[in-house]
């Protein structure tokens, strides 16, 4: 039976947001329809109008949130107050143990979006350019000469975009074990017991 009950106010634009950041991550842009999504939150096709002009609008939403918690997060953890590069190098991994600063399921799913979208993809190599510039500016910071600096910042992103793309899988608790020795291997200095231990605590540990 289809429901002809009127639009509920009370669900707001980040609920239909959310609904559509599940479809996107789990099946791709393709599944991300009107009506699949009005369905999947139990609520009418003309809810989705008093926040959305129509799907492209949507999308262009997603790609938003996307920019702004993943590049947005990560340029700002670069400028984070650190006394060393290896504290500045913990607090960028901070986007890399914590989905509420980068994610990485949203990550993955806007490339393989951009596969087929060539604005999006220019996008994505923008989002990209962005992330290697802040990265490239915090080790500049540190002493580091530019063209050293700028190396380093595309091994840090590369490997990302590599873990991201190739999914891989682990635990948590043994990814941050070696957090410390890719900060020896990104800088080339080994970080402190205390930068650690800190870094440590604010993950839970």
Same mark, same amino acid.
């Given at each position: 039976?289809?429901? $002809? ?9 980040? #609920? ?21 999504? #009005? ?15 129509? /799907? ?12 702004? +918690? ?7 953890? $670069? ?6 590069? $290896? ?37 994505? /190599? ?9 990265? #490239?500016?915090?080790?500049? /910071?540190?002493?580091?000469? $530019? ?24 635990? +948590?608790?043994? +990814?941050?074990? /070696? ?21 440590? #605590?604010?993950?839970?540990?």
């Amino acid at each position: 039976m289809v429901t $002809t009950s009127s639009p509920r106010p009370n669900v707001t634009q980040e #609920a239909w947001l959310d609904g559509a950041y599940d479809m996107l991550t789990e099946s791709g842009v393709e599944s991300v329809k009107i009506m699949k999504l #009005a369905k999947r939150l139990g609520l009418t096709r003309t809810g989705f109008y008093w926040h959305f002009k129509d /799907r492209d609008a949507l999308l262009e939403a997603m790609i938003a949130r996307w920019e702004n +918690r993943n590049t947005g997060n990560l340029i700002a953890r $670069t400028q984070a107050e650190a006394d060393t590069i $290896t504290e500045a190098m913990f607090n960028l991994f901070d986007c890399w143990v914590d989905d509420r600063l980068f994610d990485a399921k949203l990550d993955l799913a806007i490339r393989n979006w951009a596969r087929n979208d060539s604005a999006l993809q220019a996008r994505v /190599r923008c989002a990209d350019d962005n992330r290697i510039a802040a990265i #490239a500016a915090m080790f500049a /910071r540190f002493g580091y000469e $530019t063209a050293q600096a700028q190396v380093r910042a595309m091994t840090v992103i590369y490997t990302q975009i590599g873990y991201i793309s190739m999914q891989v899988s682990e635990d +948590r608790q043994a +990814r941050l074990d /070696r957090m410390p020795a890719y900060i020896e291997v990104f800088t080339a200095k080994r970080p402190t017991a205390e930068e650690i231990a800190r870094f440590n #605590a604010r993950h839970g540990r």
